[in-house]
């Protein structure tokens, strides 16, 4: 087992249950409005009209994520993707490509004010942004860490990752971890192992995958609910929905920005 040295100052932990805490449950959302909701959110805790926000993901289709400084062809393989319906889109924030299923992935963001993390580096900040995330891992009985910058490991390999966009006058945190994977999938449509095409944007690093299922033998929504139960303990977060205002928002850059190819090809 590895030892468990929690990689920020551990006085942060006090401040989850210092502020008041939105806690938004998951609905199927096509990838392009999964995407566009994390700008939104992140905009609308950046004007100081929605507090602390914890956001579960649910994912309507398969789809490849690309973090914003990824070059397309240097990641996907395109015209497989494009055969096998796996949609392609691009975040706003930074890090490496992958692919999520329905049942596959579990995903989540937390929204908050950049005095939240204030005077923590940015390798602490993602540490302590996941911390609830992995003790409840360890109640689980998965021996799970957080290995600097960004990865939620284990004894048994790599469980996900977080990425983080800090703008609109607020910090975008958002994790995906792997429930399930399917590798004749991943392997047709991500460039994993194979020569990369081009030295434009950052390439993902091929890391030994544990999806949660095969070390847990549970459920997914179990381990979710496992996550949100951990989460309303520490924080006594309570439930709220995404406002009229922000969906029609979100809806309208999904439509204008996150299916536009002048965004997700940004870098070809």
Do not use: C
């Not at 579990?106 to 993602?126: G, K, N, Q």
């Amino acid at each position: 087992m590895m030892p468990v040295v929690e990689p920020y100052p551990p006085a942060a932990d006090r401040r989850w249950a210092d502020v008041q805490w939105d806690l938004i449950a998951a609905i199927p959302e096509t990838p392009a409005m999964n995407i566009a909701l994390d700008e939104v959110l992140t905009k609308a805790v950046g004007r100081g009209e929605r507090g602390p926000t914890l956001r579960i993901w649910s994912w309507a289709s398969d789809a490849i994520i690309l973090g914003r400084f990824q070059s397309v062809r240097n990641e996907v393989q395109i015209e497989n993707a494009q055969a096998m319906g796996v949609e392609i889109v691009r975040r706003i924030s930074g890090g490496g490509a992958m692919l999520v299923q329905p049942d596959g992935a579990i995903t989540y963001s937390i929204y908050v004010p950049p005095s939240f993390v204030h005077d923590l580096s940015f390798s602490e900040s993602y540490a302590f942004l996941d911390s609830w995330v992995v003790s409840a891992l360890r109640d689980l009985g998965i021996d799970a860490w957080y290995q600097p910058l960004n990865d939620i490991t284990s004894s048994e390999g790599k469980i996900g990752g977080a990425a983080q966009a800090r703008r609109f006058g607020a910090v975008l945190h958002h994790t995906t971890m792997a429930y399930d994977m399917n590798v004749d999938l991943l392997t047709n449509v991500l460039r994993i192992g194979q020569e990369k095409l081009s030295d434009k944007g950052l390439s993902s690093a091929a890391k030994r995958v544990a999806p949660l299922r095969q070390q847990s033998q549970m459920p997914r929504q179990a381990i979710v609910d496992t996550f949100v139960s951990r989460f309303v303990e520490l924080t006594n977060a309570t439930p709220n929905d995404v406002t009229l205002e922000e969906r029609a928002e979100a809806e309208a850059l999904a439509r204008e920005k996150f299916t536009n190819d002048e965004w997700t090809y940004i870098l070809p």
